[in-house]
Protein backbone atom coordinates (compact mmCIF):
# COMPACT_ATOMS: atom_id res chain seq x y z
CA UNK A 1 0.00 0.00 0.00
CA UNK A 2 1.55 3.60 -0.87
CA UNK A 3 2.37 5.69 1.97
CA UNK A 4 0.85 9.05 1.98
CA UNK A 5 3.33 11.61 2.07
CA UNK A 6 1.46 14.60 1.87
CA UNK A 7 -1.71 16.28 3.36
CA UNK A 8 -3.82 16.50 0.10
CA UNK A 9 -3.01 12.97 -0.30
CA UNK A 10 -4.37 12.10 3.02
CA UNK A 11 -7.35 14.28 2.66
CA UNK A 12 -8.57 12.77 -0.34
CA UNK A 13 -8.42 9.09 1.32
CA UNK A 14 -11.61 10.71 2.85
CA UNK A 15 -13.46 13.26 0.86
CA UNK A 16 -13.24 14.36 -2.35
CA UNK A 17 -11.66 17.83 -3.15
CA UNK A 18 -12.82 20.79 -5.33
CA UNK A 19 -10.77 22.85 -7.58
CA UNK A 20 -11.09 26.51 -8.52
CA UNK A 21 -12.26 27.63 -11.57
CA UNK A 22 -11.23 29.71 -14.45
CA UNK A 23 -9.22 32.88 -13.62
CA UNK A 24 -9.67 35.06 -16.69
CA UNK A 25 -13.08 35.11 -16.98
CA UNK A 26 -13.53 36.48 -13.20
CA UNK A 27 -10.81 39.12 -14.56
CA UNK A 28 -12.87 40.61 -17.35
CA UNK A 29 -15.54 40.99 -14.63
CA UNK A 30 -14.02 44.12 -13.49
CA UNK A 31 -14.01 45.66 -16.84
CA UNK A 32 -9.84 46.49 -16.57
CA UNK A 33 -8.21 48.96 -19.11
CA UNK A 34 -4.59 49.64 -20.50
CA UNK A 35 -3.66 51.97 -17.31
CA UNK A 36 -5.05 49.20 -14.97
CA UNK A 37 -2.81 46.43 -16.57
CA UNK A 38 0.11 49.04 -16.29
CA UNK A 39 -0.39 50.09 -12.94
CA UNK A 40 2.59 52.44 -12.02
CA UNK A 41 5.10 50.17 -12.23
CA UNK A 42 4.69 49.61 -16.24
CA UNK A 43 2.91 52.96 -16.97
CA UNK A 44 5.88 53.49 -19.62
CA UNK A 45 6.02 50.05 -20.84
CA UNK A 46 6.92 49.85 -24.97
CA UNK A 47 3.92 47.98 -25.55
CA UNK A 48 0.31 47.24 -24.43
CA UNK A 49 0.10 44.67 -21.94
CA UNK A 50 -3.93 44.73 -21.57
CA UNK A 51 -4.81 41.14 -21.42
CA UNK A 52 -1.44 39.95 -20.15
CA UNK A 53 -3.76 38.73 -16.67
CA UNK A 54 -0.21 37.09 -15.27
CA UNK A 55 0.99 41.00 -14.63
CA UNK A 56 -2.10 41.53 -12.26
CA UNK A 57 -0.37 39.81 -9.38
CA UNK A 58 2.32 42.95 -9.78
CA UNK A 59 0.06 45.81 -10.69
CA UNK A 60 -3.67 44.72 -8.89
CA UNK A 61 -2.61 42.26 -6.72
CA UNK A 62 -5.62 42.81 -4.43
CA UNK A 63 -7.84 41.64 -7.49
CA UNK A 64 -5.92 38.53 -7.71
CA UNK A 65 -6.18 38.07 -4.08
CA UNK A 66 -10.27 38.97 -3.94
CA UNK A 67 -10.32 36.54 -6.52
CA UNK A 68 -9.14 33.99 -4.50
CA UNK A 69 -11.32 34.68 -1.95
CA UNK A 70 -14.02 34.69 -3.95
CA UNK A 71 -13.44 30.68 -5.09
CA UNK A 72 -12.07 29.86 -1.15
CA UNK A 73 -15.96 31.36 -0.14
CA UNK A 74 -17.73 29.63 -2.31
CA UNK A 75 -16.01 26.22 -1.13
CA UNK A 76 -12.74 25.77 -2.97
CA UNK A 77 -10.20 23.46 -1.16
CA UNK A 78 -7.61 24.15 -4.15
CA UNK A 79 -6.96 27.31 -5.28
CA UNK A 80 -4.77 28.00 -8.90
CA UNK A 81 -2.08 30.93 -8.89
CA UNK A 82 -2.57 33.49 -11.44
CA UNK A 83 0.22 32.11 -13.56
CA UNK A 84 -1.22 30.77 -17.01
CA UNK A 85 1.07 32.37 -18.97
CA UNK A 86 4.03 33.25 -16.73
CA UNK A 87 6.81 31.94 -18.76
CA UNK A 88 8.99 32.95 -20.46
CA UNK A 89 8.20 32.02 -24.02
CA UNK A 90 4.66 33.40 -23.18
CA UNK A 91 5.79 36.32 -21.73
CA UNK A 92 7.99 37.35 -24.99
CA UNK A 93 4.87 38.23 -26.64
CA UNK A 94 4.77 41.06 -24.07
CA UNK A 95 8.45 41.75 -24.11
CA UNK A 96 8.40 40.78 -19.91
CA UNK A 97 10.27 37.48 -20.33
CA UNK A 98 12.50 38.88 -17.25
CA UNK A 99 9.02 39.66 -15.35
CA UNK A 100 8.69 35.66 -15.17
CA UNK A 101 10.41 35.05 -11.60
CA UNK A 102 9.18 38.04 -10.75
CA UNK A 103 5.52 37.20 -11.72
CA UNK A 104 5.53 33.66 -10.21
CA UNK A 105 6.57 34.43 -6.82
CA UNK A 106 4.18 37.14 -6.78
CA UNK A 107 1.18 35.07 -7.77
CA UNK A 108 2.21 31.71 -5.43
CA UNK A 109 2.33 34.34 -2.41
CA UNK A 110 -0.44 36.03 -3.18
CA UNK A 111 -2.45 32.69 -3.43
CA UNK A 112 -1.13 31.47 -0.28
CA UNK A 113 -2.19 34.92 1.66
CA UNK A 114 -5.54 33.98 0.65
CA UNK A 115 -5.52 30.45 1.32
CA UNK A 116 -3.61 30.84 5.03
CA UNK A 117 -6.47 33.47 5.44
CA UNK A 118 -8.99 30.68 5.64
CA UNK A 119 -9.75 29.59 9.25
CA UNK A 120 -12.65 27.06 8.50
CA UNK A 121 -10.08 24.17 6.58
CA UNK A 122 -7.18 23.70 5.00
CA UNK A 123 -6.74 25.52 1.20
CA UNK A 124 -4.23 24.23 -0.87
CA UNK A 125 -2.69 26.33 -3.38
CA UNK A 126 -1.83 24.70 -6.83
CA UNK A 127 1.23 26.64 -8.77
CA UNK A 128 -0.70 26.53 -12.24
CA UNK A 129 1.68 25.92 -15.17
CA UNK A 130 0.18 26.83 -18.88
CA UNK A 131 0.54 25.02 -22.43
CA UNK A 132 2.38 27.85 -23.48
CA UNK A 133 1.57 29.91 -26.38
CA UNK A 134 4.09 27.73 -28.70
CA UNK A 135 3.65 23.85 -29.35
CA UNK A 136 6.28 21.29 -30.07
CA UNK A 137 4.08 18.96 -31.96
CA UNK A 138 2.70 21.22 -34.62
CA UNK A 139 3.99 23.45 -37.38
CA UNK A 140 3.23 26.97 -38.06
CA UNK A 141 3.78 26.87 -41.51
CA UNK A 142 1.97 24.75 -43.76
CA UNK A 143 4.88 25.02 -45.92
CA UNK A 144 7.19 23.39 -43.88
CA UNK A 145 5.30 21.07 -41.37
CA UNK A 146 8.68 19.95 -40.18
CA UNK A 147 9.40 23.56 -38.57
CA UNK A 148 9.25 24.30 -34.74
CA UNK A 149 9.49 27.54 -32.82
CA UNK A 150 11.49 25.91 -30.14
CA UNK A 151 13.08 23.13 -29.22
CA UNK A 152 12.01 20.51 -26.07
CA UNK A 153 14.95 21.90 -23.73
CA UNK A 154 14.02 25.55 -24.27
CA UNK A 155 10.54 24.45 -22.87
CA UNK A 156 11.91 22.53 -20.51
CA UNK A 157 13.47 25.47 -19.24
CA UNK A 158 10.85 27.51 -19.42
CA UNK A 159 9.00 25.48 -17.32
CA UNK A 160 11.99 25.05 -15.39
CA UNK A 161 12.47 28.49 -14.52
CA UNK A 162 8.63 29.12 -13.74
CA UNK A 163 8.14 25.73 -11.50
CA UNK A 164 11.20 26.92 -9.46
CA UNK A 165 9.55 30.47 -8.60
CA UNK A 166 6.31 28.85 -7.61
CA UNK A 167 7.92 26.44 -5.55
CA UNK A 168 9.61 29.10 -3.58
CA UNK A 169 6.61 31.13 -3.01
CA UNK A 170 5.38 28.00 -0.59
CA UNK A 171 2.73 26.13 -3.56
CA UNK A 172 1.73 23.09 -2.49
CA UNK A 173 1.43 21.11 -5.63
CA UNK A 174 1.99 22.06 -9.27
CA UNK A 175 -0.89 21.59 -11.96
CA UNK A 176 -0.10 21.15 -15.55
CA UNK A 177 -3.12 22.46 -17.04
CA UNK A 178 -5.14 22.64 -20.71
CA UNK A 179 -2.53 20.82 -22.70
CA UNK A 180 -3.34 20.38 -25.81
CA UNK A 181 0.24 19.30 -26.93
CA UNK A 182 1.17 15.86 -24.81
CA UNK A 183 5.02 16.73 -25.83
CA UNK A 184 4.79 19.90 -24.21
CA UNK A 185 3.49 18.44 -21.56
CA UNK A 186 6.46 15.42 -21.40
CA UNK A 187 8.74 18.85 -21.46
CA UNK A 188 6.76 19.80 -18.22
CA UNK A 189 6.82 16.73 -16.47
CA UNK A 190 10.70 16.98 -17.43
CA UNK A 191 11.26 20.35 -15.94
CA UNK A 192 9.08 18.87 -12.91
CA UNK A 193 12.02 16.23 -12.05
CA UNK A 194 14.80 18.96 -12.54
CA UNK A 195 12.95 20.95 -10.40
CA UNK A 196 12.82 18.47 -7.85
CA UNK A 197 15.93 17.67 -7.86
CA UNK A 198 17.85 21.08 -7.62
CA UNK A 199 15.48 22.03 -4.84
CA UNK A 200 15.70 18.34 -2.81
CA UNK A 201 11.86 18.71 -2.28
CA UNK A 202 8.79 17.01 -3.97
CA UNK A 203 5.30 18.21 -4.34
CA UNK A 204 1.99 16.19 -5.61
CA UNK A 205 1.71 17.07 -9.62
CA UNK A 206 -1.72 16.96 -11.24
CA UNK A 207 -2.18 17.21 -15.57
CA UNK A 208 -5.03 18.56 -16.65
CA UNK A 209 -5.70 18.28 -21.13
CA UNK A 210 -7.97 19.66 -22.69
CA UNK A 211 -10.58 18.16 -25.90
CA UNK A 212 -10.45 20.79 -28.61
CA UNK A 213 -13.71 20.05 -30.40
CA UNK A 214 -16.07 17.09 -30.96
CA UNK A 215 -13.51 14.30 -32.17
CA UNK A 216 -12.61 14.23 -28.19
CA UNK A 217 -9.06 14.42 -29.21
CA UNK A 218 -6.65 17.13 -28.32
CA UNK A 219 -5.29 19.48 -30.63
CA UNK A 220 -2.33 17.57 -31.48
CA UNK A 221 -4.64 14.37 -32.29
CA UNK A 222 -4.48 12.16 -29.24
CA UNK A 223 -7.30 10.78 -27.71
CA UNK A 224 -8.02 11.15 -24.01
CA UNK A 225 -6.73 7.36 -23.29
CA UNK A 226 -3.89 7.99 -25.71
CA UNK A 227 -2.88 11.23 -23.61
CA UNK A 228 -3.25 9.42 -20.45
CA UNK A 229 -0.77 6.48 -21.40
CA UNK A 230 1.61 9.48 -22.50
CA UNK A 231 2.12 10.90 -19.28
CA UNK A 232 1.68 7.57 -17.26
CA UNK A 233 5.46 7.23 -16.84
CA UNK A 234 4.92 9.69 -13.83
CA UNK A 235 3.02 9.88 -10.71
CA UNK A 236 0.54 11.75 -10.86
CA UNK A 237 -1.97 12.89 -8.19
CA UNK A 238 -4.46 13.33 -10.56
CA UNK A 239 -5.07 13.48 -14.38
CA UNK A 240 -8.18 15.21 -15.68
CA UNK A 241 -9.67 17.48 -18.17
CA UNK A 242 -10.56 21.27 -18.29
CA UNK A 243 -12.13 23.86 -20.99
Known amino acids: MKSISHPIESLLQKRILLLDGAMGTMVQQYKLEEADYRGERFADWASDVK ?44 GMEALVADLNLAAARVAREAADAC ?13 LSRTLSISRDVNDPGRREV ?32 LNAKAALYAVRECFNLTGKTL ?40
Open 51 to 94: GNNDLLVLTQPHIIREIHAQYIAAGCDIIETNTFNATTISQSDY
Open 119 to 131: SERQVFVAGAVGP
Open 151 to 182: TFDEVAGAYREQMLALMEGGVDLLLIETVFDT
Open 204 to 243: PVMVSGTITDLSGRTLTGQTVEAFLNSISHFPLLSVGLNC
